[in-house]
């Protein structure tokens, strides 16, 4: 589990929309014995508990934070986060509750490959099958978390706040350092809002927008080169050093890779 967080926090920030780290995730679950559709369950299921914390406190805190009362966020882009959060939710309650709606696309995909002859009919064959047959694990898997014992479940969401809340609590953190009397709950209201930002940004690990978004924020908190400092220090601790760590554990699952025997 600790190569399996750091390659996903690799991966999350070298492609855009983090979308690399879920695949990374499956992939390096599926090699560990985990079936391909449940793989993509506990990935989604994560996703998702992370997702609900952020999109149901982001408009609480873009309707209540005085700092971003008078915010271009809270204007005509507030409409468009309103209309990405409207997108995204939808997504993942057909993903959670209406999964069987995927498996005439993914049957249409595969029927199209093998109309232009990229696929053999063996393989469309074999693929047609273990695509049904993955989508229907990955819907069950979603029933078996839910039956599961509530201790289990009840933890995997504890964990998850616990998470997001040591993450959003690092420039709070860094400004107490530099000796700031901050408001606590401001400081991680804009980071949550900023961080919701991220998840559409269309740049590897959201790199040039999430400084620019939380600089923006922060600059009427933080002197000039306080800020610059914040910014650095914050994306270094909370992204780039998982960054290089999961470089170095995913090297090292390649390299034990290639030794293993063919």
Known sequence: MFRLVFINLFFSNVTPMATGGGFAQIWYLHRH????GRATAATTIRTVLAVMFIFTLTPIFLLTLRALKDHTITGSIGVALAIFIFIYLAF??????????????LTQILVTLHRFHLISDARHRRWQFKARREMLRFSDSFGDYL???????????LFTALFLLSLFSFPAL??????YTVDYVVSLGLLVVTTFVMYFSP???????SE????????????????VLVTVSWRLLTIYLGMIIGLIVLQRELIKDRRKPG
């Open 174 to 179: 860094l400004m107490y350092s530099l000796g």
């Open 203 to 209: 740049t590897p690990g959201a790199s040039g927008i």
């Open 147 to 157: 039956k599961g014992q509530k201790l289990y479940v009840c933890l995997s969401i």
């Open 212 to 227: 620019g978004v939380f600089g923006s924020f922060f600059r009427d908190i933080l002197s000039g080169n306080h800020l």
């Open 33 to 36: 014995g985990v079936p391909m």
């Open 92 to 105: 993942f309650a057909v993903l959670l509750f209406r999964t069987h709606w995927l498996i005439a696309p």
